[in-house]
């Protein structure tokens, strides 16, 4: 692998422009591709971002010999879909979260990347912010004691016109989209729950509007929350028998949070991000590519498909399933 990774971007969607943004920002790389379904739209996002390449197909994407890594960006119930069909083109893969609808889809989609010898990450970006790397090692050290409880949540009013917001078809609802947060956070924090407990509100296609889930640990409770129905602050908090941490709003992109210890004054840290954040996780797979790593230590492969189980267990508590569950 030389030292300059050059990426490609399959769907170009907000979140692909966000991304595309970041990686403009990050040394020893570059966008070399860009594809859509759409030749115009590509050409105009190749033009935003300068990639020397754009196309109409994403086949014909994964034909640029000069491609390393592959952004997936496309709704969820493509991820497994193109994730296999980039890894067999010989192209590493960074695919958005949900990495797929189900745990099914995401062991194939490892073993894809077992098979192939090549790297695939899930895009969980918040994991390589720098406050959450700083959280977990001051938890990870004791240093606000043993945790009892965590509470997060991601709720924002969501504009319905927007399909993949409400169609189950491409996996919609707010738990796969935006709650995978704050579950997120717990399983980071206290890992796997002995019990979950989550109730939805709905959507008429089927996909949750609404939901509130209750994480059961041994010594331990999660609240956690999300929701296309209103817009919260998006704080998250951590209490310890020792202390408190408090991640600033919006938690889940935070450049800073404040940790306070029993009868002890709060101190307030600052560690900015480097644009928006999904830069990190960009550099993580530049790190891994050029190390001929199949997988990131920080967010395994065995870490998506703790993650993707702890969805699929809300799912069926809230009895949510896609037609995938049956394929």
């Known amino acids: 692998m030389s030292l300059k990774i050059n990426w490609g971007i399959i769907g ?20 070399e591709a860009v594809a859509s379904r759409s030749l115009e739209k590509a050409e105009v996002f190749s033009k935003q971002y300068n990639s020397a390449n754009f196309y109409g197909s ?30 067999n083109y010989k192209k590493a893969v960074l695919c958005e979260k949900p990495f797929a609808i189900n745990r099914k889809q995401v062991f194939k989609m490892i073993e894809a990347s077992k098979n192939n010898a090549l ?8 994991r390589f ?3 959450i790397k700083k959280i977990k090692r001051i938890i990870d050290n004791g240093e606000i004691g043993e945790i009892k409880y965590i509470n997060a949540d991601f709720s924002f009013k969501a504009n319905t ?58 010594n331990a409770h999660a609240i956690l929350f999300s929701s296309f129905n209103a817009t ?18 919006p938690w889940n992109e935070t450049d800073s949070f404040s940790i306070q210890l029993n009868n002890e004054a709060e101190e307030f840290i600052s560690l900015p991000t480097i644009g928006r954040g999904y830069s990190h996780q960009i550099i993580e797979c530049n ?16 870490n998506s498909l703790e993650l993707i189980t702890l969805l699929d267990t809300i799912r069926n508590e809230i009895n949510l399933s896609y037609n995938e569950d049956f394929l």
Request: with cysteine; aromatic share 10%; charged share 20%.
């Open 12 to 31: 170009l969607g907000g979140i692909a422009h966000k991304f595309a943004s970041d990686l403009l920002l990050v040394e020893n790389c570059s966008l």
């Open 58 to 87: 994403y086949e014909e994407l994964l034909q640029n010999k000069l491609v390393d890594i592959i952004y997936i960006a496309t709704p969820h119930n493509s991820h497994e879909r193109y994730t296999i069909l980039s890894l």
């Open 119 to 126: 790297f695939l990450m899930e895009a969980m970006w918040t």
């Open 129 to 131: 912010n720098p406050s």
């Open 161 to 218: 016109s927007i399909q993949r917001i409400y169609d189950k078809e491409l996996g919609g609802g707010s738990l796969l989209d935006i709650g995978i947060y704050p579950v997120f956070l717990a399983y980071l924090i206290l890992g796997i729950p002995n019990k979950i407990q989550a109730n939805a509100h709905f959507y008429e296609s089927g996909a949750d509007s609404q939901l509130a889930m209750l994480f059961n640990y041994e």
């Open 232 to 249: 919260s602050k998006r704080i998250a908090k951590i209490s310890g028998t020792l202390g408190e941490i408090n991640i600033d709003m």
């Open 287 to 302: 790190t891994c590519l050029r190390q001929h790593k199949i997988e990131s230590e920080i967010w395994s492969h065995q």
